[in-house]
């Protein structure tokens, strides 16, 4: 089967099908490089985000939530729209900062904490605080779990506080403006705040933090409006599209295989040397009058090469 262009030129498919079958080495290697290149430098790095949504009253008024209206509803939502712009600001960041970080030192003393019970727990002590260790490990795996296998649960819980008390402690107000977010609730005077962070500790301790701080910020800042909480920030929402997938990579191995099928197939085509007289039959249709051996082989070599094994 062959396709020929207005030109003459002549391609033939099965030609070309071998001529890839040859080298399909390359295209595999090309494909593996690919994919592993892309899945380690795009999809390694991502992290599951995770949401946290707090919800609060929001009236242009100083009346209490049993009073609307039609207008102050409306009025209420333009608040919103001032509470979002306002709430990036450092008039709102900074005080969350400074929550937060009153927020890792608790985060602190748990650490050191769990830290003292792994190291009671490996002396054959009794830990300090038995509830806190059946809050970490579960009151089943208290019972079940072997001393060391203990010491190590709570010390790499420890080391996970730790961890989360330096990004408490050199949280920043760009960080709070990107990762808090704020939207009315259907067109009500409810707004919602949502917190995305790679933490789900973080994205509730921020939420709440906001929450505590809109209604003061209301008061002394914009001077108009009342907020009152709704519901704290308790739950969590994964954010499923932020986890490693072999979507991209694939896509970015086949990408390259296929351009390197291309060049393979063009420099295939595009070069003029003739390497065999099968090729002067087969692709030209032109018979063959004589042969110039090839004196730089050995005399067996080139008599198989032009007689055969005859």
Do not use: H
């Not at 985000?49 to 509803?73: D, H, P």
């Not at 830990?127 to 208290?142: I, M, R, W, Y």
């Not at 001077?223 to 519901?231: I, R, S």
């Amino acid at each position: 089967m062959s396709s020929k262009n207005e030109g003459g030129f002549e391609i033939d498919l099965k030609e070309v099908a071998l001529l890839l079958l040859k080298r399909i080495w390359i295209l595999l290697l090309c494909f593996a490089v690919c994919f592993g290149a892309l899945y380690y430098i795009v999809e390694i790095p991502k992290k599951p985000m995770y949401i946290a949504t707090a919800t609060m009253y929001v009236s242009s008024s100083n009346e209490t939530i049993s009073s609307y209206s039609t207008n102050e509803s409306r009025n209420s939502q333009d608040l919103i729209k001032v509470c979002s712009v306002v709430i990036k600001q450092n008039v709102v960041t900074e005080p969350v900062i400074e929550e937060m970080q009153v927020r890792a030192q608790v985060l602190k003393q748990n650490a050191e904490s769990l830290a003292a019970d792994a190291d009671a727990i490996e002396t054959g002590a009794a830990p300090n605080d038995t509830v806190s260790l059946e809050t970490e490990l579960g009151a089943a795996d208290t019972l079940e779990a072997t001393p060391q296998s203990k010491a190590a649960r709570l010390r790499e819980r420890s080391k996970a506080l730790m961890n989360l008390y330096d990004e408490y402690m050199n949280m920043d107000s760009a960080f709070i403006a990107e990762s808090v977010d704020v939207s009315p609730v259907d067109e009500t005077q409810v707004m919602k705040i949502t917190c995305t962070t790679e933490d789900a500790q973080m994205s509730i301790d921020i939420c709440n933090s906001v929450l505590d701080i809109v209604p003061d910020m209301l008061i002394e800042r914009i001077k108009v409006g009342v907020a009152e909480p709704l519901d704290t920030a308790t739950e969590i929402t994964t954010v499923g599209t932020n986890y490693p997938s072999f979507k991209i990579p694939a896509l970015g191995g086949l990408a390259l295989a296929l351009v390197v099928a291309v060049v393979i197939v063009l420099s295939y085509y595009l070069d003029t040397r003739i390497k065999s007289k099968e090729e002067i039959t087969e692709r030209y249709g032109i018979p063959i009058l004589s042969e110039i051996p090839n004196f730089n082989m050995k005399s067996k070599e080139r008599y198989r090469t032009y007689y055969g094994n005859e």
